[in-house]
């Protein structure tokens, strides 16, 4: 039996079908429209494989309820994408008799990365991605974390650079980290599209000292084992060099381990898995909710290479 | 029997026995001197209790490596009070032939007030101190977080005030958190012992906007369930209502949960237990210490008061 992912965005519903990395099938998009129009046909995607799903997982933009044992479970709470608004988003998805589990897509994607991903070695990984949006998903010791609700951490306030008189584009925080850093950020600052600038423009290194600063906040709350940078905008690869310098500055030597000083080129990096690690770390939730909903036994043990 | 517990700071070592709130015996405070003086003055102290110990439980100051699985647990990394570089802060009680149990002063914190204080109705607790130095721990489903080696909240950067023209005291970063708003930053910009300072005094608006900015920023990337102010800067009540106003004005009701609106009032709070928080956190500490040594069973499922 095979089990099922969504990676639920803004702009598109990635699909799937499979087992792990080297058995992802169907990966299919589906434009995100009207909740019922892209939920129905996620649902006819799922419906025309032939085999049933043994379990489902799902990761999705928020904010969203990620606490199974609550009665909102899988509901999004208000969000600027209106129409979406308290959409319960595992409700749809009942018709295909499994177990359904929710995360956040940022959660999911820490999680493939800690599983099958740049993690494998390490009890605790931060996944920032850095595009449309910004948000960080947190994973220790195979769990990831929610909290109250779950983290949002693109909404930092980071120190404004001097030089800097862009007023940001958080409809809440104006010039919060993801008003200041996001994809929609660089290219309305420079007015055209980020990835048809030379890397040498001057605007990079605005962007990554902003990320710079991020990280190093994250790093003093959250003291990660590994710390991934992904999304759009870190398609740009020359920004880890100009971050990780930076990001030396920034931690000034304080925390006095290799990993934050000599060794911090294999400490941030970019996600292994590429594009994919949204998607993967759905089909994770899905083994998860599986291996919970047969045996009640953490499944990470079964199923990571942390051993 | 009885447990032990030593909350180390950096002016004093706050020693007791006991077994929680209601029963914490023979408090003794010894200074901080040179280590070996200070150590043994320590195990002097519990020598000299009649009745052998069950276990030992250490909050620390830091940074201390707190992994029980590592060579170096409970050695002492650089730090600013020079003489205590790469001291064992383990290595000279094991003449009390018990086991000892080693995390940070203010994870210690944190476990007290999950377990006995403002978060036992939680599943997470961060409690921040704001004194000396400012440093942060945070407990989740009763595990103290670590990660790398462990959170270094203090130093977090926050946006200066147009008005604020103080330098900064961390000898790290200038004007991080700690820089701008522990008890010594705020004494060096007035020139005098803040507790004498009257509560309309325009430093405590700086403060308490710095505050909540921190507070912000660690709600976003954290998500704690409640949220603990402790300290020697805390024991001034009015910043309580003054943090959670500019608390409210950052979060701009982004996360739309009534204990981030409405409810802001039993979210930020001050420590149930007091200033004894972090020693009843390291008797804690030994008693989950001496449950694992006797059982492998995850001990605060049987002391804790979540259930």
């Given amino acids: 039996m095979t089990f099922g992912a969504i990676e639920a965005g803004g702009t598109k519903f990635v699909c799937a079908t499979g087992s792990g990395p080297n058995d992802l099938q169907r990966v299919t998009r589906i434009p995100t429209t009207a909740p019922d129009e892209t939920l129905t046909a996620v649902l006819d995607f799922f419906q025309a494989h032939s085999s049933p799903l043994r379990a489902l997982g799902i990761g999705s933009f928020g904010p969203i309820n990620p606490h199974a044992d609550s009665p909102a479970y899988g509901r999004l709470l208000n969000t600027p994408k209106a129409r979406w608004s308290n959409v319960d988003i595992i409700e749809p998805f009942q018709a295909l008799n499994c177990p359904v589990a929710v995360d956040t897509d940022v959660n999911a994607a820490a999680l493939a990365e800690y599983v099958w991903g740049a993690g494998t070695d390490v009890d605790s990984l931060l996944y920032l991605t850095i595009g449309t949006g910004i948000g960080g998903g947190f994973v220790v010791d195979g769990t990831p974390h929610h909290g109250l609700l779950h983290p949002e951490m693109g909404h930092l306030r980071v120190r404004r ?147």
Same sequence: chains 1, 2.
């Avoid at 008189?165 to 950020?185: I, K, N, Q, R, V």
């Avoid at 400490?267 to 993967?280: F, M």
């Fill in 161 to 307: 650079l001097e030089e800097d008189t862009f007023d940001g584009l958080c409809p809440y925080h104006g010039d919060c980290l993801e008003g200041l850093a996001s994809g929609p950020a660089l290219e309305a600052r420079v007015g055209t599209q980020p990835e048809k600038l030379p890397s040498d423009h001057p605007i990079w290194s605005i962007h990554a000292q902003y990320l710079a600063q991020a990280c190093a906040t994250l790093i003093y709350v959250l003291s990660p084992e590994r710390f991934v940078l992904g999304g759009g905008v870190m398609q740009q690869k020359h920004l880890f060099p100009r971050i990780r310098h930076h990001l030396r500055q920034e931690l000034a030597g304080y925390v006095d381990l290799p990993r934050l000083t000599s060794d911090l080129d294999s400490y941030v990096v970019p996600p292994h898995l590429g594009d994919r690690a949204g998607v993967l770390g759905a089909l994770h939730l899905a083994q998860r909710k599986a291996l919970e909903s047969h045996s009640q036994v953490p499944s990470h043990e079964h199923l990571s290479e942390h051993d």
